[in-house]
């Protein structure tokens, strides 16, 4: 299990190379929850749409995805299971 080294307080900028894995692994691993997730903007974490199902858990769930990557997860949007899956070049479930 990676660190959680990140900090909110100042977030730190990360290369694609740091980011994208990251953000694949969380569709891997949390794909009943996490819809699709890619880099930020400002490359200073990965940001999520969550499966609208998701919603009354929000809190534990973005509490573990931080706790279990080693760059800071934020949360996005929610997506409905029958919406739309083209969110931009992120990856997706």
């Known amino acids: ?3 959680n ?3 909110d307080d100042s977030p730190r900028s990360y290369s694609l190379a ?3 894995p990251v953000a ?3 569709v891997t691993d949390y794909g009943d929850v996490v819809m699709s997730a890619g880099p930020l903007n400002d490359r200073s974490g990965v940001g999520v749409a969550l499966w609208s199902t998701a919603r009354d858990r929000h809190a534990e769930i973005m509490k573990s995805l931080n706790a ?3 760059v800071r997860v ?3 949007r929610y997506v409905d299971s029958d919406g739309d899956r083209s969110w931009g070049s ?3 479930r």
């Open 74 to 76: 934020v949360f996005e």
């Open 18 to 20: 740091e980011l994208d």
């Open 5 to 7: 080294s990140h900090s």
């Open 68 to 70: 279990h990557s080693a």
């Open 24 to 26: 694949e692994r969380l």
């Open 90 to 92: 992120w990856f997706k």
């Open 1 to 3: 299990m990676p660190s």
